[in-house]
């Protein structure tokens, strides 16, 4: 096997475990994947409009409004119109979408500490260099 056939090998073994950790999470929950990570987003970033919420989740437009009508239709979040200009909707979470973003990150924060836990100090500083260069560049 060659380096990078180990390198995709590996990738998809992460992505594998990654994505079932994850379902495993929201199994716990009513929400899907997608709804808590639009969750995720908003939580992190704050309130903010349909386009600017699209683009942190890396869908379309259309996909985030199905996302943030079935958030609405289960009170997470709500959109509220701008006085300057009310074609504009501000995304915002409600009390029940803060407090789901508060548990949904602390089970992010706990992945993250026991990946972290396997590495050195330098490896944690490197995977993490690495990261933000291919989360910069490649995506």
């Known amino acids: 096997?060659?380096?990078?056939?180990?390198?995709?090998?590996?990738?998809?073994?992460?992505?594998?475990?990654?994505?079932?950790?994850?379902?495993?999470?929201?199994?716990?929950?009513?929400?899907?994947?997608?709804?808590?990570?639009?969750?995720?987003?908003?939580?992190?970033?704050?309130?903010?409009?349909?386009?600017?919420?699209?683009?942190?989740?890396?869908v379309t437009t259309g996909t985030t409004t199905v996302t943030v009508d079935r958030l609405e239709k289960k009170e997470y979040a709500k959109r509220g119109a701008v006085k300057e200009d009310r074609r504009v909707h501000l995304i915002t979470l409600t009390e029940k979408g803060q407090q789901a973003f508060s548990e949904h990150h602390q089970y992010h924060y706990n992945l993250t500490e026991q990946i972290s836990s396997v590495l050195s100090n330098e490896e944690n500083e490197q995977l993490l260099k690495i990261l933000k260069k291919i989360n910069v560049e490649a995506f």
Do not use: P, R
């Open 1 to 58: 096997m060659d380096s990078l056939d180990e390198l995709t090998h590996e990738l998809f073994t992460f992505f594998n475990g990654f994505s079932s950790w994850e379902n495993s999470v929201i199994k716990t929950s009513d929400l899907t994947v997608s709804e808590a990570h639009a969750i995720e987003i908003l939580g992190q970033y704050g309130q903010m409009n349909m386009k600017k919420l699209s683009q942190h989740l890396g």
